[in-house]
């Protein structure tokens, strides 16, 4: 069982060389200086230098190994100044900030850390950095050339910033921004996530289920992408004031035509009550309803998980349903802004759920994933989602 990072070393032609510039890029002496390796202690990991004449392969993209800094761009700055040259970078994903370098030796050296701001930055006072990265995803999607893959959102390049919107056009079907920026699980993941919640939303379409409710809608499009399909489904989107006020804004500036009975309903998950604010937008509690929670789950505390499943069993007809991702493994992130918190056993979802009133129907893992969503004509799979991410479709009883 793998138990934590301990050593990492690089190659180089001239060890006394790289001795030396390691030594003024890090600040520090060497805890091991030998003529066939030199050590470098960084937080409990090392850095170590060895000796090879052997010309170093080009960079597939397949591992990188990235170095936790307090600012990116200035320890950027700081390896060009001393001889280094920019590989990728800098870009933000969510609340991290990551950049690569060479070494004068030829080596990549990946940088990380948080962006600038985002500690003080939460979804309650600013628009939602992590809706603005699926956002992104999803619009890369959108341009995959192979089409048993392609994302269907050709909205959500309208939420994007001139400087996301840039990367995206530099892209010539995303696969080669995916490499160099992000890694292809979390790629496919997002992919598989837009067509799991695209079949639940159409076949509720399908049935004329009155009632749609979105929470923490983020850019979510289906209301607009579906919307000669509605009928008089009423649609309820649910979220922050910021991400939805900043939603509400492109959408006008770009003259979406608004579904008629679409509801924004502002509202604070960990303080709001959410029956009380699904009231006032005049959801009915009388009547099947489809829920839509994408993305949300792992962000609340286990108590506010728990009282947003209780208010829905409060607040929805038995034959309703609830659409959600979750995390199925132990969580270790400490990303500023948006923290990832909630997490379950896959084995304990269904009791989970009948303790809160509803059953499941359809609970899809990676493997599942992969076959449904993610597969290219000849069989081929690509893109493997993250083997801890999981989505469920349940019933009210």
């Known amino acids: 069982m793998l138990k934590g990072l301990k050593r990492i070393f690089y190659q180089v032609p001239d060890l006394a060389a790289a001795k030396k510039w390691y030594s003024n890029f890090l600040g520090m002496d060497p805890l091991l200086d030998t003529p066939i390796m030199v050590v470098f202690p960084i937080q409990g990991i090392s850095l170590g230098l060895i000796p090879s004449k052997t010309p170093l392969q080009e960079d597939n993209g397949r591992v990188s190994v990235f170095w936790e800094v307090d600012d990116v761009d200035a320890a950027l700055r700081r390896m060009i100044d001393l001889g280094g040259s920019l590989h990728t970078g800098p870009v933000n994903l969510m609340t991290i900030r990551s950049a690569k370098a060479f070494d004068p030796f030829g080596n990549i050296i990946g940088l990380t850390g948080v962006v600038p701001g985002a500690a003080s930055k939460?979804?309650?006072?600013?628009?939602?950095?992590?809706?603005?990265?699926?956002?992104?995803?999803?619009?890369?999607?959108?341009?995959?050339?192979?089409?048993?893959?392609?994302?269907?959102?050709?909205?959500?390049?309208?939420?994007?910033?001139?400087?996301?919107?840039?990367?995206?056009?530099?892209?010539?079907?995303?696969?080669?921004?995916?490499?160099?920026?992000?890694?292809?699980?979390?790629?496919?993941?997002?992919?598989?996530?837009?067509?799991?919640?695209?079949?639940?939303?159409?076949?509720?379409?399908?049935?004329?289920?009155?009632?749609?409710?979105?929470?923490?809608?983020?850019?979510?499009?289906?209301?607009?992408?579906?919307?000669?399909?509605?009928?008089?489904?009423?649609?309820?989107?649910?979220?922050?004031?910021?991400?939805?006020?900043?939603?509400?804004?492109?959408?006008?500036?770009?003259?979406?035509?608004?579904?008629?009975?679409?509801?924004?309903?502002?509202?604070?998950?960990?303080?709001?009550?959410?029956?009380?604010?699904?009231?006032?937008?005049?959801?009915?509690?009388?009547?099947?309803?489809?829920?839509?929670?994408?993305?949300?789950?792992y962000y609340l505390g286990e108590a506010e998980v728990d009282k947003v499943m209780d208010v829905l069993a409060d607040n929805c007809l038995s034959g309703s349903r609830l659409c959600f991702d979750y995390v199925a493994a132990k969580l270790q992130t400490s990303n500023a802004g948006e923290q990832m918190k909630f997490w379950i056993e896959k084995a304990k979802i269904p009791a989970y759920l009948v303790s809160h009133g509803f059953i499941v129907l359809d609970h899809v893992d990676t493997e599942e994933l992969t076959k449904r969503y993610l597969l290219l004509k000849d069989g081929t799979p690509v893109e493997k989602p993250p083997s801890r991410m999981h989505f469920v479709l349940a019933e009210r009883q």
């Open 122 to 297: 939460t979804v309650e006072t600013h628009p939602s950095e992590t809706a603005i990265t699926v956002c992104y995803f999803r619009a890369l999607a959108a341009q995959d050339e192979r089409s048993e893959i392609r994302g269907p959102d050709t909205y959500a390049r309208l939420f994007l910033s001139d400087e996301w919107n840039k990367r995206l056009a530099e892209s010539a079907f995303g696969e080669n921004d995916v490499a160099r920026h992000v890694n292809h699980t979390l790629y496919g993941y997002f992919i598989a996530r837009t067509a799991f919640m695209d079949h639940v939303f159409e076949e509720a379409i399908r049935n004329r289920i009155p009632q749609i409710v979105f929470l923490g809608a983020g850019y979510d499009s289906r209301p607009y992408r579906f919307r000669d399909q509605l009928g008089d489904t009423k649609i309820f989107e649910l979220d922050a004031s910021a991400t939805q006020n900043r939603k509400r804004e492109i959408l006008l500036q770009h003259s979406v035509p608004m579904p008629p009975r679409l509801s924004f309903v502002p509202v604070n998950f960990n303080t709001d009550d959410l029956g009380e604010a699904l009231e006032r937008a005049g959801f009915s509690r009388n009547q099947k309803s489809l829920f839509i929670w994408e993305g949300v789950m």
